[in-house]
């Protein structure tokens, strides 16, 4: 396959060696060149998920400049079995590409950066939601005249490979969505009409995820998504948080222990309270609601020996709202779902879960 993007065929062996065919200088002339590359990183959670099957970017090895955009050390992601890496390597195997949906806090970005660092692609990130301009994203001409030329984003992807995320992907505005509907047909290409009508081909390891609240009338600013862009798109996960209304994940329970070094009953009685928060906000009660890291920041506060009360003064309520009669919703709800210092000793948290 070639992945060079230019007149160069290149052959990617597994050694790590590459068979170059040079069109330029002779049809004939074949050499064999030891890549002093390797690529560099291997993530220590590919184990973890079992996801060594998917070998998204088999021994490609990126240019330098790109290579850069391939995440590290992202946090484990956490689920209740859902299998949701692994979900989304799949559907990457085989189409491409997926959309992620789920309210806001239930990890779409963060799944989305463990996913380019498990397969060593570099992630270009677009929020749709904030009106970057088509200039921004395709490219332009900078200086007088036509001599300089920028890539955008898409572009840039386009010719490179890795991961496109486009985050609020319903937030598009119908001019990108309109020129991004040819590319999602994986064989697909942009047309750059500001560039003498470029052709770019998508790369061969061109994936594209896309993410998004789910549409739902109570929510100001939601919007469906374009049918067009919902038709190219094979494979859909929904998301959900860990713990919702009265039922609190063992699994958060135990992250947030763990990583937010705080008590197993402490940490059980922040995911309560969240959970509430969380159920909420699904009726359209609240604005907001809790995400794993916001409980991570609640617990990194209570740990470093801050008052449960107070912690959450600063974190949880705050986040919600602006609003003084929303926060006071949220006091209460903290309040109601239990003072967190009076869970008796002796009581685990597995016999509460
Ligand atoms: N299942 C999980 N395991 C570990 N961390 C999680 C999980 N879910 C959420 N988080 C953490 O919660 C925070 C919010 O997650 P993230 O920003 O990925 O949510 P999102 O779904 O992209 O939200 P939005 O729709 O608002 O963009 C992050 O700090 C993330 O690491
Ligand atoms: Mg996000």
Redesign the pocket.
Known sequence: MDYSGNNTKSKILGNNKVTTRLRTFSQQSKITIQMSRLRSYESPLVKKYGVEKYDLAGNYVFPENVSELIPKNT?????KGENYVERIMRAMHHFKQAALI??????????VYLIAELSGLPLWEINCGLQTSSFDLFGRYIGLGRENWIDGQIVSWCRNGGILYL??ANMMKQDVATRLNPLLDTRGHIVLNEKDNEIIPRHPLGFVII?M?PFSVEFAGTKPLNAAFRRRLSVWVN?D??SVGSKPSEN?VD?IHEKGKVSKEIALQMVRVAAQLRANYKKGDLPYAP????L?NWATLVADGLDVQRAAEETIVSIASDDMATQEVVRRIIRSSGNPTLVPESQDAESLV
């Open positions: 946090p484990e992601y956490v689920d789920g309210p806001s806090g239930t990890g779409k970005t963060h799944i985050d609020e993410s609240n998301f948080y860990l958060e992250l995400s794993v890291g916001d991570m």
